[in-house]
């Protein structure tokens, strides 16, 4: 919403949830019109080795940038969280976010990651559900309660911003799941086109749903100075969105697993693949700070518009114009303009989180002082008006 514009940002969420529920149903026909169960084999299928190349690639990077943002955001939430029990100070190892992701690989990440079968992870997943309601409950709560005394940005409520095509990418990488589609697919009870329509409609739905929420929410309360990472924002010593940031810490730490599924689908001695995986992407997330739009334009993007639609466009045996055709010439060009001007957006104006930074409006002091220069500022340009 910050970098798009709250309106703009809201229909672009609506339409990027759109694209992503059509894009798994039409992954699965093309599955179904290929004969194939894997994105893999379908997209060598439909343009041989060299798509076959490209996918794997997007595939396995996804997930593997996903579960390294997902490392970060572990590190910078949960050390606020450690920071709030008595006797744990500054220099306490549980303040070490790099101590925290360690930790937390070791004890949950890995084992969670060791089963076979995605199947498992369904109760795994319930929980996860359980704990994205309850942050949200904390958010709207605090919309109410703490907005009051966050000042608002300027600007703060205009339509459209230039960082648009930015704001699809890190849309793009929260619905993406097109790279375990199969995976889930295969994993219901009778996997039939119509059952999975069911599941894919509901769970996008869902998902829109508590996003907007989410985007509303939180951008009603910070406007213009909302971080990558929402509970960036709250201060340390708000106890209430502590207990928002363990539940989001646990939320991170059991959705981890289901990438680490996507990328060890080669499914060759698993377990000493989920092993090197997990700890080559914790040296990796102890070096570098990846952003989620990122990963979004250059990964989720393709995998989202493109590569679906333009596998059903090689298979499908209907006329030009039939709807599904229209619609995925559609979606296919609006993935390469997002893919490429976004990837050129990133680049010149990357954004950053403060990873464990206290807000300005924590502080009283500072609050008043940024208060008092907005009101100076409005004074001087109603002076000038008149």
Not at 118 to 136: D, E, H, P, Q
Not at 167 to 183: E, K, P
Not at 342 to 354: A, K, N, R
Request: hydrophobic share 50%; net charge neutral.
């Amino acid at each position: 919403m910050k970098e798009a514009g709250f309106p703009l940002g809201v229909l672009l969420l609506f339409g990027v949830a759109y694209i992503t529920d059509y894009s798994i149903i039409l992954l699965i026909k093309g599955g179904n019109l290929s004969g194939t169960n894997t994105y893999q084999e379908l997209v060598r299928k439909t343009y041989g080795l060299v798509g076959y190349l490209i996918l794997s690639t997007l595939q396995f990077l996804y997930p593997f940038i996903a579960m390294i943002s997902y490392n970060i955001i572990t590190g910078d939430t949960l050390t606020k969280v450690f920071q709030r029990i008595p006797g744990v100070g500054p220099d306490n190892v549980l303040t070490d976010r790099h101590f925290i992701i360690l930790l937390t690989t070791i004890v949950f990440t890995l084992p969670i990651s060791l089963y076979r079968d995605i199947a498992k992870l369904g109760k795994v997943s319930l929980i996860s559900l359980i704990l994205t309601i309850v942050i949200l409950v904390i958010v709207m709560v605090r919309t109410v309660t703490f907005s009051p005394e966050v000042p608002k940005s300027e600007n703060a409520w205009i339509f459209a911003k230039s960082n648009a095509v930015q704001a699809v990418g890190v849309m793009s990488f929260a619905f993406i799941c097109n790279h375990n589609s199969f995976l889930i697919y295969g994993s219901l009870e009778e996997p039939t086109l119509k059952n999975w329509s069911r599941v894919t409609h509901v769970s996008v739905s869902l998902a829109v749903v508590i996003s907007v929420v989410f985007a509303a929410c939180g951008y009603m309360t910070f406007t213009g100075y909302t971080e990558g990472d929402i509970f960036e924002n709250y201060c340390r010593d708000d106890n209430f969105a502590t207990f928002g940031r363990f539940c989001y810490g646990v939320t991170v730490i059991l959705t981890f697993p289901l990438e680490c599924f996507v990328t060890r689908e080669v499914r060759i001695y698993y377990i000493l693949l989920s092993t090197m995986l997990i700890y080559i992407n914790n040296i990796l997330t102890l070096l570098i700070h990846i952003v989620a739009e990122f990963n979004g334009v250059l990964s989720a993007t393709p995998l989202v518009f493109i590569i679906p639609t333009a596998c059903y466009l090689r298979l499908s045996k209907e006329r030009w114009n039939h709807s599904d055709n229209l619609i995925s010439c559609l979606i296919l060009a609006v993935g390469v303009l997002v893919m490429t001007v976004g990837f050129v957006l990133t680049i010149l104006h990357p954004q950053e989180c403060s990873h464990g930074k206290e807000m300005f409006y924590c502080f009283p002091s500072n609050v008043s002082f940024h208060n008092i220069c907005l009101g100076f500022s409005l004074c001087i340009k109603l002076l000038l008006l008149n």
